[in-house]
């Protein structure tokens, strides 16, 4: 991370009253904080301690915490009705439409969509999230004629390069490794952020750290999460970072990571999550 991004995220907070009551790292206006080894310290210690809170996380206030809790809800009888492996790659004007036609489900109120919105077009740097933008506009959908479903898995790729990887990858360790999650559209990584989020009193900077906000996520462009047979929802812990699964990809050179250990986009290690290269945003 540059001087200039870290100085932003501690001055920026101010930014996100609006949407946040805040436990933050005040900021007088104007005032220039330079990142001190006390800063960098900071940093280091709140991602070893990814999951939990930490000073200057941005927290939701309880009217916002009720939008997000409804908002979530409906999101999940979305995802019961069209089914798990469609709601990777439903897009937000098609959400909205079932919504509206199945009153088991029932249409979006003004104040979750207004919600939605905000928190698509946030700034996640003020959240402590540092990586980039992938998509910019809420609306963006997946073309399914670019996608190809993984049998067995219930997720998708995209066809190209993120297929082809994956292909050489299940060659190369065949039935020990899985496809853990493929392709998310903009609905799936909300319900996966906001679901983080509400376990954690409204914590979005906490959700951050282990789930790119809705519009950061490489999920949406073409990188993928594998794990090994077995190990269920160990896969997404530091557990398999030990598996001989994960060793033959480092060794074979599939780890190119997006999130390596003590990275500085504020992103805890991810081992599991496939980097493909040449993505263009
Ligand atoms: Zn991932």
Not at 48 to 76: E, V
Not at 192 to 215: H, I, Q, V
């Amino acid at each position: 991370m540059n001087r200039r991004t870290f100085i932003k995220t501690l001055c920026a907070v101010a930014a996100a009253t609006t949407l946040c009551g805040s436990q933050t790292i005040a900021c007088a206006s104007g005032a220039v904080r330079t990142v001190d080894d006390e800063d960098l310290k900071d940093y280091l210690h709140s991602m070893a301690n990814f999951d939990l809170p930490h000073m200057g996380d941005i927290i939701l206030i309880n009217t916002q915490l009720a939008l997000l809790k409804s908002s979530l809800k409906r999101l999940r009888r979305i995802q019961r009705t069209v089914g798990f492996g469609n709601f990777c790659i439903l897009s937000f004007d098609e959400a909205l439409l079932y919504a509206r036609q199945n009153s088991s489900i029932g249409s979006f109120t003004k104040k979750e969509l207004s919600f939605l919105d905000y928190t698509f077009s946030f700034d996640a740097s003020n959240y402590g999230f540092y990586g980039e933008r992938t998509i910019s506009n809420i609306t963006s959908r997946v073309s399914k004629k670019d996608l190809v479903k993984i049998q067995g898995s219930g997720n998708f790729l995209y066809r190209g390069q993120p297929h082809e990887t994956y292909k050489s990858i299940k060659k190369l360790l065949g039935k020990k490794v899985y496809l853990t999650s493929g392709v998310r559209g903009t609905m799936k990584q909300f319900i996966l952020f906001l679901s983080k989020a509400a376990a954690n009193n409204g914590n979005l900077s906490l959700a951050s750290r282990s789930l790119a906000p809705p519009g950061y996520s490489f999920h949406g462009v073409g990188d993928f999460d594998v794990g090994e047979a077995g190990l269920g929802v160990a896969n997404f812990s530091i557990k398999f970072a030990r598996t001989e699964t994960c060793m033959q990809l480092r060794e074979q050179g599939y780890l190119k990571l997006r999130y390596p250990r003590e990275n500085m986009l504020g992103v805890r290690f991810e081992p599991w999550h496939i980097k493909v290269k040449d993505i263009k945003l």
